[in-house]
Each structure stands twice: as C-alpha cells, then as structure tokens.
C-alpha cells in the first residue's frame, strides 16, 4: 500500500459496514480459508467456462473473444513460490495449468520475449478465456429481446416490499422520470409484481436489501484503460495478469485494455490520473510500443464484493427472492455458470454443480 504504484487504496468512507466487511475480510486470510474460497470460486469458474462454450456454440455470439488462455507473470521468486500453493487447488479441480520459467514465457505470450528479464516466471492457464465484456452483455441482451424478452431500461428500483414472509412487489421509478428526480421521494413510484425475483443489483444489492436481509457486499473500486493497438507484433496475443500490480492486459482485435487495482472508498466513481499513469506505465513496460497512450480511455467500476471472494448466488429466507451477486473482480468469468444455477434453482431442475456452499446460509444469515 506504500509503493508508489501500489494496487490497494483504502479510504474509511464514514459507514460501519466498511469497517465490519474489512474485519470479515481479514478473518478469510489464512491458508486454510484461501483453500476453500479458491476451490469454491474455481468449481464455478470452470463451470461457467462450459455454459460460456455451449451460449457460443448455440447463439454464435461473437465479441472480440480469444480462446487461448491466460498467464499470470511474476516479477519476484516469492510469487513463483507463492504460486505452488495455488498449483494445488488447480490440481485438485483438474483446471489444466502450466508454470513456466522466464524462458519459456514467450511460449504463451510471444511478445514478452523482449522483456523476460524483469520477470521471474509465470502460470499459464491454457483453457482460460478473454474478450469485450461490453460487447458480449450488449449483444446477448439483442438476442434475448429477439427471442422474447423485455428489457425495462432507465427504470430504477427505489424499494422492495415484503410482506407476510414473502417479497409482495417492487417499486420502481420509470423512464419518463428526470435522472435528477430519480432518488426523490415525491415520484410517483410504479408497482411491480413477480412470480420470482433475483437481485442482481452487484454493490447496490447490499442497500437495496437493508432491513430485509443483512448482505455482506461491499464496493472495491477499480480503473481500466482501453487504448488503440499500435503495433500487433508488440501486443499480448490474448490477457496477462501482472502479479506485482494486480492488473490485467487484455488484447481485443485492434484495442488494448488494462485494469485492476482496489480501492475501498465506498461508491465514489470518480477518474484519478495517478491511477492512469499507473495503468500507461505497467503496459508501456509489459508491452512496450504496442499501445498508443495517447488516446486512452479511462473507466472506473465498482467490484460488488464478498469476504470471502466468492459470489452469494442461490435461496433467501424469503421463497420467491434469490440472490446473484457479489461475483467481485471476476463478475463476467462467473456470470454464466451463475445465470445457468439460478434457473436451475428456480426452475426446480437439480444443478449441475454442488452449490450450497455459494449461498448466503454460509455466513450464517438464514
Ligand atoms: C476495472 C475492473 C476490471 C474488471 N475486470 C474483470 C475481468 O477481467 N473479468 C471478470 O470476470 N470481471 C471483471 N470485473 C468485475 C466485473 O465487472 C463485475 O464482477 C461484474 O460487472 C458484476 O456484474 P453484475 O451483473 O453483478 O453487476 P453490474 O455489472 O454492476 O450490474 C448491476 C446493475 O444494476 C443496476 N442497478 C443498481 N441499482 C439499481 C436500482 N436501484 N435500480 C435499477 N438498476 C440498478 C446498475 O445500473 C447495473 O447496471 C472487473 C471490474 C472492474 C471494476
């Protein structure tokens, strides 16, 4: 957190569920509960891969996806060591890995030939894939629409209501409401009723539910840049994870983006240009002269967090409301593993993964 391009930022935002998520989250950091997140996380990711294929294969959607893996490169021989513990969960989730030295490195990504001797290493995930995440939820959304279903955009959702032990409606705040009216209290609200409902609402779930049911969600901040490709034989053929930064490069067809970072500064989305330069300098040295830095595009998110890592999806105390959030810095790795559990759930279809432990009744919350 001192270093001068330090990953992690936190800034107490003034509210207590800040300080009890930070005390929640020092409480997964041992090796044993490492283990458990990891493997939890992992039986979803890899699950999600395979739903991912199957949508590709049935809907022929395309979104500037690479299919040939990822690798995350190491600047110290610690984190080469560190990296044998992961190793082990990967082995144990049968999740085809390999750890390659400094020489081999270039075998995955060849343009990191030029630079191997600021690293020590790094572990290939050969299965992994990457791609334009905007692309693909734009594109599906089209597809969804064309085979029936209705989307309800700038509609915000002001309340939940429950009654009698059961979500009875909602009330949701339409299109036709100026943005700067869309919180206040005098709009009209509309009602809404549903057979089933999924909250989805990533960091905002947490308020959304307040007084309904405790969730342990909270933001972590972080910044992406895309920028034009300049020279392809100097670009990564598909996502380096830098270690040491906690960033990842992605190579889209002619665009480069980097992100990462943490910041826990509660629901501030402002832009930082310490944090671009930051995010410039790690591609400038990874893969120098591949990217024009001039014409950067700056982004800032918001990781609906959990604790433990890993996403709260499944059954609420309340029958007709389900939980899929929390997903974190790998929202879109577990987004159709997710989507395919929960209409499992709802459909009342057994799933095809074990999925209990992915519910919010692992912190104790009924
Ligand atoms: C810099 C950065 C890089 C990342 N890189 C990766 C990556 O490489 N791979 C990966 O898998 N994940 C990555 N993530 C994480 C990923 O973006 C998130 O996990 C994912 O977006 C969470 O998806 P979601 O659908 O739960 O929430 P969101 O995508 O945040 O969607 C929630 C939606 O709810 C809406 N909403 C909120 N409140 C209301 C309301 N009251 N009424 C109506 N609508 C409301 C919001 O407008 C939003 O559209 C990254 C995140 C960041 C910030």
């Not at 959304?208 to 910044?223: A, E, F, H, N, T």
Request: positive net charge; glycine residues 6%.
């Amino acid at each position: 957190m001192l270093r001068r391009h330090a990953p992690l930022f936190i800034k107490p935002d003034g509210t207590w569920q800040q300080l009890r998520w930070m005390w929640q989250l020092l409480q997964q950091c041992t090796p044993a509960r490492y283990e458990q997140n990891k493997a939890r996380m992992v039986r979803l990711a890899e699950y999600s891969r395979d739903c991912l294929d199957q949508l590709r294969q049935q809907t022929g959607i395309h979104y500037e996806g690479r299919q040939q893996g990822t690798l995350q490169v190491f600047r110290t021989q610690e984190q080469m060591d560190n990296a044998l513990r992961d190793i082990e969960v990967l082995r144990y989730a049968h999740v085809p890995f390999e750890l390659l030295p400094r020489d081999l490195l270039a075998k995955a990504e060849p343009a990191l030939e030029r630079v191997k001797t600021q690293l020590t290493g790094g572990l290939w995930l050969p299965h992994d894939q990457t791609g334009d995440c905007q692309l693909f939820t734009s594109r599906l959304a089209q597809m969804a629409a064309q085979r029936g279903v209705r989307f309800l955009y700038q509609h915000h959702i002001k309340q939940l209501v429950v009654e009698q032990g059961r979500l009875s409606h909602l009330l949701v705040n339409s299109e036709q409401v100026p943005s700067h009216h869309i919180q206040a209290d005098h709009v009209q609200a509309e009602r809404m009723q549903a057979d089933a409902y999924v909250m989805a609402l990533a960091s905002y779930s947490r308020q959304m539910l307040q007084g309904v049911i405790d969730l342990p969600v909270y933001p972590v901040k972080g910044y992406s840049l895309t920028l034009p490709l300049q020279d392809a034989n100097l670009a990564p053929q598909s996502t380096i994870l830098d270690e040491t930064y906690k960033t990842a490069v992605t190579r889209f067809d002619q665009r480069i983006r980097v992100g990462g970072m943490a910041e826990l500064v509660g629901f501030n989305l402002s832009l930082s240009r310490r944090r671009e330069a930051t995010l410039k300098m790690i591609v400038e040295n990874l893969f120098p002269g591949a990217a024009d830095l001039s014409h950067a595009q700056a982004w800032s998110g918001l990781r609906p967090m959990t604790p433990d890592g890993t996403p709260i999806v499944g059954h609420t105390q309340f029958n007709n409301l389900y939980l899929n959030t929390g997903h974190g810095t790998l929202g879109w790795t577990m987004a159709c593993g997710s989507g395919r559990l929960l209409a499992d759930l709802l459909s009342a279809r057994q799933p095809d993964i074990a999925y209990q432990d992915l519910a919010l009744s692992r912190y104790h919350i009924p």
